[in-house]
């Protein structure tokens, strides 16, 4: 499930990868989810690593195609968290000083994972404010997708989000209330309301229908389809969501739509509480 969860549109991309970078059983070995076994950098603990010139090029790259594409896709939380982080354009953002100016803003930090964290991992991290992050980017060759979480994902496509006061009290409610589920079916529920909201969301702005699913909004092709006639609009209540099964391999065809991120916390909070998964 960590893999769908944290790693959103990419992790249906895992059959397209080519046989050199595959395991035994023919999995990306980047999709398969690490348990830790001792604590991961956290804040300042963080290394900014070498990267080579190539993977600065894909930053800036993918962040140029995406600035361009945002503007009346994007929501208006999107675009103002991603202005207050003053995340760099031309170089791969230190994880450290995300994390401090987070750290700042809401009182979430960024640890370092070095991949796609297990479920329970990545889950007990979010419960207490810290966003589990890459900070490796995809190859040249994966610009459109890529089947693990890469810097990019997690950087661009996440950390803008969680500026906002109310997502990020709702993330941290979706991370305390994954910890305490302990029934398969409820986690099934709690798995899609994530899958619908963090990573495919999308909200109604006083301009229109916008975009804050960071599984969209760090896709260029998914932004490009996410706001047409083709996709089906739904209201987003918890209900609802933890009903609609997804397609991972696919372009969604069904999003829901949130009226703001107070409404979404306090439904969410209330879906929770009435799971016995809140206190
Ligand atoms: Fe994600």
Redesign the pocket.
Known sequence: MATLV???YLARMASSTSPESTTQDGSDPRCVPIKLTAPIPIGAECAYPSYTADEQAIWRTLYARQEKLLPGRAADEFLHGLHQLELEHDRIPALADVSRKLDRLVGWQIARTPGLLAAEDFFDHLARRIFPCTDYIRGPDELDYTPA?DCF??IF??TPMIVHPRFADFYQKLGQAALACTDEATMEGLTRIYWFTV?FGLIRNPGGLRIYG??IISSYGETRHSLTEKVKKVPAKPESMAVQPYDIWHFQDTLFVIESFDAIEADFDRWARTHGLLA
């Open positions: 944290t790693n959103g979480p994902h997690d496509g996440h990573e960071n599984g």
